[in-house]
């Protein structure tokens, strides 16, 4: 059997398999029982899919008695208790569940649809590579989640995806238990959500005439490609990703990023803007010294935005962006300081903090909450409501509003830059020539696998902790293969690390686990890093 990644807790195998087998070529076929709410047919209809296009049978809906599979709702079905209250009212489940194989048929004992769709993950992992004869050994399977919020976050703005390269993300992630699929929608470089009455979003925004070429940031110096570069997605788009997402019991979050890493916005729309200039959708990285204004049209607009992704995005929590505003054109513009007293603002540094609580305020009359990265904590006052994601754990960044946020109640979700940016090298060091180009640093698989991530924390704050996820920063990441390599395997550490938290196998045995969970990968042809690269040759010095 193939190893099963993220490990389950409890797997004790016993005497016999269950078997199924055709008769002759695509005759067979599999018959599915579901003993459960309606809202099973999802993660039912995912292992369907993969019975039908990976192990080629034919697939029947029938009654208990005479199923393959039979799903059924337990309430304390697998080993962990489920997410606390606040998580919970965001819409998290009890994601346990048990998968008990006899030689009749195989039994999904799950709390939730969601907790099923664990239980199809690892099904799908355990009957990989089979074909026209499927065969499990029988066993009992117990097992759930050490963190509730396990993400994946994707950059669509830096590199445009199109909607099957962002649905295979969202498969492969789910394969792995993740269960947020973080969509980070607009940033200076392309906006991809359309929001009506408001149409140069897609005319203009979306669309850039070049991209830098290699590292350098200045744009005097630095060589473009020169190739228009761009797209956006459309509502129906935006719905079907926010289903198949569902069907894998994955959450979306979207995010729209302001006030700042707005220059795709503001180019088409200066008049959201502090210098009444269209400064062109930005064509090089780094960060955009652009922000929004004060003025009530801006507001509105927001509005507007945030109408489009509540009516779209079912998940009550909306992402805000709220990362490296930079205050020089509120500093400078004129206007600035007389909207300022109009609104009662007493300083710049005051800005962000009012769009964050007007925000939360557009946000809660929606029914929804504010995630936002960690520079939205810089102020005093944060609303309650929102959720902190921090970023910034560098030594020489660290700004402790993880704790802060702990301290006072807040939602926090890890992103840690140090651990969880997959953007980053994956070797030092003359093995980095070997590398296809990255953003900077170093983050092997082995430090996301050893990343402790309560380590920071005193033990009573540390249960206040929702999760983590990964960044996937796309703006030295252009296509598909180069976004495998990217992500796998570090995303399998990642998914050990978020399901297992401190309770797992060290890291020699990780990799063997990993060394079996590949083919897999293989068969699903994901271009991931290889563990073992051959060595460069002028790392062995005499
Ligand atoms: C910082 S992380 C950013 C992104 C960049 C990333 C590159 C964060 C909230 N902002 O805009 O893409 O660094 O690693």
Same mark, same amino acid.
């Given at each position: 059997m193939p190893a099963i990644l993220p490990e389950p807790r409890q797997l004790a195998l016993q005497e016999g398999y269950w078997r199924k087998s055709h008769r002759s070529h695509f005759s067979g076929s599999v018959r599915i029982g579901i003993h459960s709410p309606a809202e099973w047919r999802a993660p039912a209809s995912w292992l369907q899919d993969s019975l039908k296009h990976e192990q080629m049978f034919r697939v029947e809906d029938v009654s208990l008695e005479e199923a393959d599979f039979i799903f059924e709702k337990c309430p304390f079905a697998g080993s962990q208790p489920g997410p606390n209250e606040?998580?919970?009212?965001?819409?998290?489940?009890?994601?346990?569940?048990?998968?008990?194989?006899?030689?009749?048929?195989?039994?999904?004992?799950?709390?939730? $649809?969601? +907790?099923?769709?664990?239980?199809?993950?690892?099904?799908?992992?355990?009957?990989?590579?089979?074909?026209?004869?499927?065969?499990?050994?029988?066993?009992?399977?117990?097992?759930?989640? $050490?963190?509730?919020?396990?993400?994946?976050?994707?950059? =669509?703005?830096?590199?445009?995806? =199109?909607?099957?390269?962002?649905?295979?993300?969202?498969?492969?992630?789910?394969?792995?238990?993740?269960?947020?699929? *973080?969509?980070?929608?607009?940033?200076?470089?392309?906006?991809?959500?359309?929001?009506?009455?408001?149409?140069?979003?897609?005319? =203009?925004? $979306?669309?850039?005439? %070049?991209?830098?070429? %290699? *590292?350098?940031?200045?744009?005097?110096?630095?060589?473009?490609?020169?190739?228009?570069? +761009? +797209?956006?997605?459309?509502?129906?788009?935006?719905?079907?990703?926010?289903?198949?997402?569902?069907?894998?019991?994955? *959450?979306?979050?979207?995010?729209?990023?302001?006030?700042?890493?707005?220059?795709?916005?503001?180019? $088409?729309?200066?008049?959201?803007?502090?210098?009444?200039?269209? #400064? %062109?959708?930005?064509? =090089?990285?780094?960060?955009?010294? *652009?922000?929004?204004?004060?003025?009530?049209?801006?507001?509105?607009?927001?509005?507007?935005?945030?109408?489009?992704?509540?009516?779209?995005? #079912?998940?009550?929590?909306?992402?805000?962006?709220?990362?490296?505003?930079?205050?020089?054109?509120?500093?400078?513009? #004129?206007?600035? #300081?007389?909207?300022?007293?109009?609104?009662?603002?007493?300083?710049?540094?005051?800005?962000?903090?009012?769009?964050?609580?007007?925000?939360?305020?557009?946000?809660t009359r929606r029914g929804r909450r504010m995630v936002g990265w960690d520079e939205i904590f810089e102020g005093e006052r944060l609303d309650a409501s929102a959720v902190l994601m921090y970023w910034r754990d560098s030594e020489k960044n660290d700004h402790a509003l993880d704790r802060k946020a702990l301290e006072r109640g807040n939602g926090l979700v890890l992103a840690n830059w140090s651990k969880t940016y997959f953007d980053l090298y994956q070797e030092a060091g003359p093995g980095r020539d070997f590398e296809p180009l990255a953003i900077c640093g170093r983050l092997t698989l082995e430090d996301v696998y050893r990343w402790n991530p309560l380590a920071r924390y005193p033990e009573a704050l540390a249960t206040g902790v929702w999760g983590g996820q990964a960044q996937v920063w796309t703006e030295y990441i252009p296509n598909r293969p180069h976004l495998d390599y990217m992500v796998y395997p570090r995303a399998c550490a990642l998914s050990q690390v978020l399901w297992r938290g401190g309770d797992r196998e060290d890291f020699p045995h990780f990799l063997s686990r990993l060394e079996r969970h590949l083919p897999l990968l293989d068969r699903l042809g994901v271009a991931y890093r290889p563990s073992f690269p051959p060595p460069p040759d002028n790392t062995s010095q005499p």
């Open positions: 606040n998580l919970r009212l965001v819409g998290f489940q009890n994601e346990s569940y048990r998968i008990e194989a006899r030689p009749e048929h195989v039994l999904i004992k799950a709390a939730s $649809a969601h +907790g099923a769709a664990r239980a199809v993950a690892s099904l799908r992992q355990m009957l990989s590579g089979q074909r026209a004869r499927l065969e499990l050994p029988c066993c009992v399977l117990e097992d759930g989640p $050490a963190f509730s919020w396990r993400g994946m976050h994707l950059d =669509c703005s830096r590199h445009f995806w =199109c909607v099957d390269d962002v649905l295979r993300f969202i498969d492969l992630a789910a394969l792995h238990k993740f269960n947020v699929f *973080h969509w980070h929608l607009t940033d200076d470089q392309g906006w991809r959500l359309p929001v009506e009455g408001y149409p140069r979003l897609t005319g =203009c925004a $979306a669309w850039r005439d %070049g991209t830098m070429v %290699g *590292h350098d940031c200045d744009r005097a110096t630095n060589p473009q490609d020169g190739v228009r570069h +761009g +797209g956006f997605y459309s509502h129906d788009e935006i719905r079907r990703v926010v289903a198949h997402a569902e069907a894998r019991g994955m *959450h979306v979050l979207p995010e729209i990023d302001v006030p700042g890493h707005v220059q795709a916005l503001l180019t $088409a729309y200066p008049e959201f803007g502090n210098t009444g200039l269209a #400064p %062109g959708v930005r064509t =090089c990285w780094g960060i955009s010294p *652009h922000t929004l204004n004060l003025e009530p049209q801006t507001f509105e607009f927001l509005e507007r935005v945030i109408d489009t992704v509540a009516d779209l995005f #079912p998940f009550p929590l909306v992402h805000l962006g709220g990362d490296e505003a930079q205050i020089d054109e509120w500093m400078k513009s #004129p206007r600035i #300081p007389e909207r300022m007293a109009e609104l009662g603002i007493p300083g710049v540094s005051g800005i962000q903090p009012f769009f964050t609580q007007r925000l939360v305020e557009m946000l």
